[in-house]
């Protein structure tokens, strides 16, 4: 079956700095990609996505690219700030509406 | 604001009880998914329904139930609780067209804490 599997947290990191969540997955045929955040006491937001190699979504600073080759959609971001601290949930999604989640990263931004 | 609402937002009860959880999908969206979201277990998914018909099974127990209804509104009933079934749980929706990739972008709710004493 699908499975994605994310870095375990969690992840602490002063302000400006680079972050990077790793996520890989396993499925048959071509999944869409999402990554989700889940700030504290709400729930999950979707932050971007993309339905097909190559594809590069981006949303408020982060960026994730589809990698079939490495079957790999790793977030990033150039520069955290204290109210990216959340945590962010890698996720596929056959097409049959079927979403598998990771196990979501905690991300701790300092100031 | 996703345009998923859920009710009640809290909720404490006691074991072996029942109690029911409601999802208003945003509107439009034909697919509501419930999940559930536990300390140790993480997100996990537990059924989805489709235009008032169940299209996929997670995770769930035989004492949780759900069903949809033709205002595309949706219940989870939650029976003979157990202390391990406290968890936050999540409803989300999507326009859910079989087969359509890049569609299947779920919406979520802000979800509800159950406390099972």
């Known amino acids: 079956g699908d499975s994605v599997t994310q870095m375990e947290g969690p992840v602490t990191l002063s302000e400006e700095a680079f972050l990077t969540i790793n996520c890989t997955y396993t499925?048959?045929?071509?999944?869409?990609l999402f990554w989700y955040v889940q700030y504290p006491g709400e729930g999950l937001q979707l932050l971007l996505k993309?339905?097909?190699?190559?594809d590069k979504g981006s949303n408020k600073g982060f960026e994730a690219t589809y990698r079939k080759e490495t079957t790999s959609f790793h977030l990033e971001k150039g520069s955290v700030q204290v109210s990216d601290s959340a945590v962010y949930f890698c996720?596929?999604?056959?097409?049959?509406?079927?979403?598998?989640f990771g196990t979501g990263t905690k991300l701790q931004v300092i100031p | 604001d996703s345009g998923v609402t859920q009710t009640p937002k809290h909720l404490i009860t006691a074991t072996g009880q029942r109690v029911t959880l409601r999802c208003s999908p945003r509107?439009?969206?034909?697919?509501v998914y419930w999940y559930q979201q536990s300390l140790d277990q993480g997100l996990q998914f537990l059924i989805q329904?489709?235009?008032?018909?169940?299209?996929a099974k997670g995770n769930i127990l035989e004492r949780f139930s759900a069903q949809q209804f033709p205002d595309l509104h949706s219940e989870l009933n939650l029976s003979s609780l157990e202390l391990g079934d406290s968890a936050l749980y999540f409803c989300?929706?999507?326009?859910?067209?079989?087969?359509?990739?890049?569609?299947?972008?779920?919406?979520f709710g802000a979800g509800t804490r159950l406390s099972v004493l």
């Open positions: 989300a929706s999507s326009a859910g067209l079989q087969g359509t990739l890049g569609k299947n972008i779920q919406y």
């Open positions: 499925a048959t045929g071509y999944p869409s």
């Open positions: 993309a339905t097909k190699a190559d």
């Open positions: 996720a596929l999604a056959d097409g049959y509406q079927k979403v598998t």
């Open positions: 509107s439009g969206d034909l697919s």
């Open positions: 329904y489709y235009n008032g018909e169940e299209r």
